[in-house]
């Protein structure tokens, strides 16, 4: 095997190693025998320079008009379709899940490009009367300055373009921390942005480690906002780091989303669905579907459906086409899923389908875990609580659509949420009723499209949102401009009594 490339931090346009000379290793998750690259491994220091170079290229970033940044943004887009199918098989060495997806993963980063390119001509802003004679008012979006960004490795290319290319829109410059399981996507995406004519220091990378990279870069006096996507436990750190700055703070953590199958359903599109929502990208995203609320007039007929289909899917290393789920990305997270289900059987629900690393022959060599299903769950036990982020799924009866949605909202997240029923009354019901950013009806817990508000209630996150508008909302800040065209002076609240 020729010897991985190494990678520094990019900062200000070069690629330089971390001060201290120290690298680590990315690994494939499927065979971790596979050294997918050597990154700087950062600190304070890094970290510093990073901030320096986004905060000078600030300067003149700020200056380039909308539409003129959003071409940058548009002929990434069209970057990324060329190397789509390389960039995806890159991501699927270093992420571990099944090419169909990692594809769809770029694809996403290519969708938020158009769309935040689009945005270059927008970007509106509102123009009101006065209260005044001869006085114009308006408000503006300006740019808020330096972000830092911290991505997660489970989309490794989609979530760093929901952070960045909104902010570029909008006149910000970045420092972005990858995830450390999954650093060359970011690598690849921004290199796409500097082929399209970013120009250096408006993005920066600075690879490491939470505690040695990720904190500095969230305490930096001149960093202006945080947006960060990953656990509630250390979204909750950033989220009081930030506060001692009054920075404004963007958090995208934790789910326990919840699929609802009414005994009305068709069973066979709610199978499609929770096999798809509990088992794409190993069970490894924030919107995974980890509980089913299934009706009990159905629910044997559904668990022992979903059983059957589970225990067919061919787990394996994602760069063969008909693997159907890959491994997990970590030694730490086969532990977490290990874990859950040991807890999960002392507190009596019943273990129906796998539960159990995967470590023979085709899985030897990488983080495998079986797709795992608990029945006899009930909605106060931790499986039914808790996030496991890996491929367990608990089936938990209801007694119709009331105790469906009591038990859905029953938790402290609020991400994603489904319902499978052709009653349209109790469709709409559960949609103004689910506590979630997210419902879907007739369809699984995932499948979030880039262009509407992306982001949960609860200790999901603090109240914002990524895609759609929401983004530009957190990557501008309003100016009120009042232009009195009088000649005298006229004053608010007073001279408008006469
Ligand atoms: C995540 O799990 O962190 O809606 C993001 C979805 C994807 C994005 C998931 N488009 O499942």
Redesign the pocket.
């Known amino acids: 095997m020729a010897s991985a490339k190494t990678y520094g931090n990019l900062i200000g346009g070069k690629f330089v190693p971390a001060k201290s000379g120290k690298t680590f290793e990315n690994l494939s998750p499927a065979d971790t025998s596979d050294v997918v690259g050597v990154f700087a491994s950062s600190d304070d220091a890094d970290v510093d320079a990073a901030v320096k170079a986004a905060a000078k290229a600030y300067e003149t970033w700020r200056l380039v008009p909308a539409p003129k940044r959003a071409e940058i943004l548009y002929r990434t887009g069209e970057l990324l379709v060329k190397r789509k199918e390389e960039f995806a098989r890159d991501m699927t060495r270093e992420m571990g899940k099944v090419l169909s997806e990692t594809r769809?993963d770029v694809q996403?980063a290519i969708d938020t490009a158009y769309y935040m390119a689009g945005e270059g001509r927008r970007l509106f802003g509102q123009t009101t009367p006065s209260e005044l004679q001869n006085k114009f008012a308006m408000s503006v979006r300006m740019p808020v300055g330096v972000c830092g960004m911290i991505a997660?490795w489970?989309?490794p290319m989609?979530?760093p373009s929901w952070k960045l290319f909104p902010a570029l829109v909008c006149g910000n410059t970045c420092v972005i921390k990858p995830a450390e399981d999954t650093p060359l996507s970011t690598f690849h995406l921004v290199e796409m942005l500097m082929e399209a004519g970013l120009p250096d220091g408006v993005v920066n990378i600075v690879t490491g480690f939470g505690p040695e990279a990720g904190a500095p870069l969230v305490e930096h006096p001149k960093v202006r906002a945080i947006s960060f996507?990953g656990s509630s436990e250390v979204g909750r750190i950033v989220g009081q780091k930030a506060a001692g700055n009054f920075k404004p703070c963007s958090l995208?953590m934790g789910?326990k989303n919840a699929m609802i199958v009414l005994d009305d359903a068709n069973l066979d599109l709610a199978l499609d669905g929770a096999v798809w929502g509990a088992f794409?990208?190993s069970g490894?995203?924030?919107?995974?579907t980890s509980r089913v609320i299934v009706d009990k007039r159905v629910a044997a007929e559904f668990t022992a459906r979903i059983v059957e289909r589970a225990k067919k899917l061919r787990v394996g290393n994602g760069l063969e086409e008909n693997i159907e789920m890959g491994p997990q990305i970590n030694k730490q997270q086969i532990e977490t899923s290990t874990r859950y289900v040991k807890v999960a059987q002392d507190e009596g629900a019943a273990l129906l389908q796998g539960g159990v690393a995967l470590a023979e022959g085709v899985h030897s060599k990488g983080h495998f875990f079986a797709p795992t299903i608990f029945g006899k769950v009930q909605a106060k036990m931790r499986i039914a609580q808790e996030e496991v982020f890996g491929p367990v799924l608990s089936v938990i009866e209801c007694d119709g659509v009331e105790d469906a949605i009591r038990i859905a909202n029953g938790i402290e997240y609020g991400?994603?949420t489904a319902l499978y029923s052709r009653d349209v009354n109790k469709a709409f019901r559960a949609i103004r009723d689910l506590e979630a950013g997210?419902t879907y009806v007739n369809a699984p817990?995932?499948?979030?499209?880039?262009h509407l508000p992306?982001g949960g209630v609860k200790q999901t996150g603090n109240g914002h949102r990524e895609g759609g508008t929401g983004a530009l909302d957190f990557y501008t800040t309003w100016k009120s401009v009042y232009i009195d065209y009088s000649d005298k002076l006229q004053r608010a609240q007073i001279d408008n009594a006469k």
């Open positions: 769809g996403e997660p489970n989309f989609a979530i996507t995208e789910g794409g990208t490894q995203r924030c919107t995974a991400l994603s997210i817990t995932i499948g979030a499209e880039v992306f």
